[in-house]
């Protein structure tokens, strides 16, 4: 049963690689295609496309109506992460050159921009009654994810930033560009208003279930599996769920002094000072308090799926949980 | 008339401004909506909205329907001259600081990126049976401009460019979004196809009309009336439809020693020089050519006009076309 759905899965992420190869009907002028060519052809999970089918045939749909949509949010996706690129000073993303390093800055801002539009007129291919409704549910999403980074930045040189205000920030960042995923496959799927409620809430559970866990393994990951060292995000200063936990907790000075160093020095360098780090973690039980968020957001999510009706779509759901954390495959 | 005419764009035009000063309904990330308020409430002179009501009206449609669309289309134009001036490396826009110069790149990326997906939100508030439709054309005008734009980038560096090939880059970068806001203005009032039709060709040859007249005026204007010295363009090297014209038909060595340097050194630094190229552009008829241009593209432009039905719409849009021309007003 898992393996059909994983087989699912793998038959829907080719149907999106290949539409993605071949989504643009030209080649010119080469500073736009030829670095959406490049980006869009590099990999990935495919992950929204995929929710967005799940979430269409959860409610009685045929997939085969959503492939265009399918592919307009991955375009989406990718917009965001050529833009974010920019700003993160990124050299690589998947292991590949980004956009604004192989070519340069103004060609990484355009081909993103007309990528968005290109992802517009991808969605627009879609034949469905309620049309405005999914390209309504397909900007909030963009506007959602820019509201997003738009509070990472100022995170970034905040002096306090409280777990809560850092959920609110990874909702928009993350879970909304999910919600609008599962809100688009229902919405093909001419979902009742209820089904679209429930797949809404799976979908922003899950991204924050996902995010949270993103930070997590950053600290816990066996680095062999990880496939990179640990400790990142400390190493970069970055402002996670865990960091911002242990700051909320902390009750020792000298303990309380390691972490601000962390955001003063903007990042820490030493792998002594990592381990430092992980022991104020355990010490205050931010790896179980994180551990507890991940499983209450993922048990919330998977709530929300019993209310749909059909089990098969709703097992698949289910499945696409546990492969989005990293449980299945 | 003519008066009414300009009474009526003055009308149109303070109820767009009204409505830009009051389109968001937040204001936090401050990163996003600060720099958007700024820009949308610093002028301009309102072209592409009104162009969209007028074309609206001038098929039957009644202008209030057409309100969103008209507000959309100048936040999507304000959208794209936040991105060209990070690009250019422009400081100053309207006699105002450029976002990227006020604020930072990362809130000019950023925040022009917000724009777009707001300005779609703002279209989408359009009640029409059309909306596919519309919002397609929307997006084609954002594809073309984004082309445009790449064209533009990609000529800068090119060493040949012939007068066609910025014809091409000028319709995509100028002309486009102009029919794009005329297809949209016709289609929410339920134009035939014709009449669609007439409409597009209008706003594309009074787009091109206009963009050359740009060009011809950086040399031939009064200084006094035009607000700053003449022979910008040419000080910046930039390519334009003059110098492109005058490369292809220049026979003399000297002549063209002195038009390819400035390509060669990038720019134009005395007003003699200036004053040279002026004469050459003189000599070769390269002025009355760009004369004959214009005059060619609105003649076309309004003839397209004569094949609609509604008297008062087809005057509107020849007063339109005068006053973009600056020959009205």
């Known amino acids: 049963m898992i393996k059909d759905y994983k ?12 539409k ?12 736009i295609y030829e670095p959406l060519i490049y980006i869009l052809s590099g990999g990935g999970k ?13 409610v009685g749909g045929n997939y085969m109506d959503a492939i265009y949509a399918a592919v307009s949010v991955e375009m989406l996706h990718n917009f965001t992460l050529i833009h974010d690129d920019i700003m993160d000073n990124a050299d690589k993303r998947r292991g590949k050159e980004t956009i604004h390093k192989k070519w340069n800055r103004d060609v990484a801002i ?5 990528l968005l539009g290109l992802a517009y007129n991808t969605l627009l291919k879609t034949k469905s009654e309620n049309i405005q409704q999914i390209t309504q549910a397909f900007t909030e999403g963009i506007i959602e994810v820019c509201e997003g980074q738009g509070f990472d ?21 993350t879970s909304q560009l999910l919600v609008s995923c599962a809100k688009i496959g229902a919405l093909i799927g001419n979902a009742d208003a209820n089904s679209i409620k429930y797949l809404v809430n799976y979908a922003e559970h899950i991204g924050l279930a996902f995010q949270i866990q993103d930070d997590l393994l950053d600290i816990t990951a066996d680095e062999k599996k990880f ?3 640990i400790g990142g995000d400390l190493r970069e200063g970055k402002k996670t769920y865990l960091l911002l936990k242990a700051l909320d907790v902390v009750d020792v000075k000298r303990d309380k002094i390691i972490l601000e160093s962390i955001l003063a020095n903007k990042g820490l360098k030493d792998d002594e000072d990592i381990f430092k780090v992980k022991e104020i973690y355990k010490r205050y039980d931010v790896i179980d308090s994180a551990l507890n968020e991940i499983e209450r957001y993922t048990v919330k999510a998977n709530e929300y799926l019993n209310e749909l009706k059909n089990k098969e779509g709703r097992d698949s759901l289910i499945w696409f949980s546990d492969m989005l954390l990293s449980r299945s495959t």
Do not use: H, Q, W
């Not at 993605?20 to 500073?31: D, G, I, M, R």
């Open 153 to 173: 930045k100022e995170f970034e040189v905040k002096g306090n930033v409280s777990p809560e205000e850092y959920l609110m920030m990874i909702n928009k960042k």
């Open 110 to 114: 355009l081909s993103g921009d007309a």
């Open 46 to 58: 495919r992950i929204r496309p995929v929710l967005l089918l799940f979430s269409c045939e959860a």
């Open 227 to 229: 496939g990179k060292k």
């Open 7 to 18: 087989d699912k899965y793998t038959g829907y992420k080719e149907i999106i690689d290949d």
């Open 20 to 31: 993605l190869n071949n989504v643009f009907e030209k080649n010119v002028p080469a500073e």
